[in-house]
């Protein structure tokens, strides 16, 4: 059975930072891409960042230069650095994991992805 848990969220002021971990089991994920996505209320699911087998990443524009994901294979855990937070972000946060043989040059779809973890909530205050 594929899990996929979150942790890490809270709640911050405007500029602070957080550090999500997503830690997966259940199948190898070492040679899938993981990525994470925000749900705020009432709004649309969205993409935030994306990290290949091969550590390549992909980001949303309005997550770049502020957001850093990475993973760390030999732990199965995918992290997500937010630095300058903005109450914008606030949403609930979740990890996702690739669907396996699934070929496509888009990283940003949710389509992508058939594990999902549960979320965690992040609260940025002004």
């Known amino acids: 059975q594929v899990q996929l848990v979150e942790s890490g969220g809270g709640l911050v002021q405007a500029g602070g930072s957080l550090r999500l971990s997503c830690a997966a089991s259940g199948r190898t994920f070492s040679t899938s891409a993981m990525a994470w996505f925000r749900q705020a209320p009432g709004k649309e699911r969205e993409f935030v960042a994306a990290?290949?087998?091969?550590?390549?990443?992909y980001y949303a524009d309005s997550v770049k230069g502020r957001f850093a994901v990475s993973r760390d294979n030999a732990k199965n855990t995918v992290y997500l650095q937010m630095n300058s937070l903005k109450p914008e972000d606030t949403a609930v946060y979740l990890c996702?994991?690739?669907?396996?043989?699934?070929?496509?040059?888009?990283?940003?779809?949710?389509?992508?992805?058939?594990?999902w973890g549960q979320g965690t909530q992040v609260t940025v205050s002004s």
């Open positions: 990290v290949t087998w091969r550590r390549s990443t």
């Open positions: 996702a994991a690739e669907r396996p043989s699934y070929s496509s040059s888009s990283y940003s779809t949710p389509q992508r992805y058939d594990a």
